[in-house]
């Protein structure tokens, strides 16, 4: 080679490195419009782990963004199964506090960023509790009607719902119930007035007993004697007593149900001469008797036939014909 050709060659390396350093850039220009660089985009459910009995979760948000940058043909088979957003709540308290959310890849994409990369949580806890019924009535007894009771079946009730919600609540009211058309003992059948967001465990109706305060009435009862030994005949001190009842106006003025009461005394194996015999009641009807007056009778037995008007001296049964005062 001569010396001029070797001068000449010296001049073309650089000419040559140009060219290869265009050829480099040309070829990675073709790869980039057969396989660009791209971002890829997934919304990631954020999931909870280690979550207490109990806990429910309020979360700020429901989802996490995850972004990968790569290539085309590396990105084509991500799916957003291939991640997973979790908050592990080993240590979450009852509150509201900041927890960590911890994106995974399942092995396909290596670099990846997402936001948020926390969230605030409020934290509760389901309970329950047992508290009373309260009645809540509407209108007026009509004139001067009053209730001596209130009767509640069952009288309390197990609430169940957030602990926020349910640890001040004291009681549990029934809806209104109009007592103005209410004129005696009465039954009733009430919903239950719930907080929203808490429920009662098992029926959700109560019945309610309105017992109107008795009225007291003197009813003057005949007497009966009963069981009188046969061959034998008897006087009584008294034929008849004061039985004091208690009742509603209604009960009170139904002369039906004074009729059931059966004031007697037993004479069953008494022998000639006096004999001080307590007074007994028989009834099973819905007044209240507290008292009758006297308690006993004396009750004389002499041997012969009964006289004519002696009150039932063989054990026959009489309707009593009762005086009301």
Known sequence: MTEKQAEEKKR???????????????????????????????DIPVQYVNQGDGYVVEPEVQS????????EVELSGLRSDDFAA????????????????EVTSSGKAERFTYQPMKTRLQIDQMQTKDVPVRVRTTGALSGDAQFSSTEVIPNTVTVS???????????????????????????????????????????QRVQVHFVMQAEQRHVNAEIE????????????????????????????????ELNRLKLYVDASGLTAGAHVLPL???YNGSLKVTEFRPQTVTVTVTAGDSP???????????DNDMMVE
């Not at 030994?229 to 008849?240: F, H, I, K």
């Open 12 to 42: 073309d390396w650089p000419l040559k490195l140009l060219a290869l350093v265009c050829a480099v850039m040309l070829w990675f220009y073709a790869e980039a419009e057969k396989n660009p660089l791209m971002d890829m985009q997934f």
């Open 64 to 71: 996490v963004r995850v972004t990968v940058k790569g290539k």
């Open 86 to 101: 979790v908050i592990d709540l080993s240590d979450a308290k009852i509150g509201t506090a900041d927890y960590k959310i």
């Open 161 to 203: 719902g957030l602990r926020s919600l349910v640890e001040d609540i004291t009681d549990v009211e029934t809806e209104a119930i109009d007592i103005s058309t209410l004129t005696g003992d009465t039954m009733v059948e009430a919903n239950l007035h719930l907080p929203d967001g808490v429920t009662v465990q098992g029926e």
């Open 225 to 256: 004697l009963r069981n009188l030994p046969a061959g034998m005949q008897a006087e009584m001190s008294r034929t008849s007593a004061d039985v004091i009842v208690n009742g509603s106006a209604e009960l009170l003025n139904d002369s039906q």
């Open 280 to 282: 007994q009641l028989e």
């Open 308 to 318: 004519a008007g002696t009150p039932v001296l063989d054990g026959t049964e009489h």
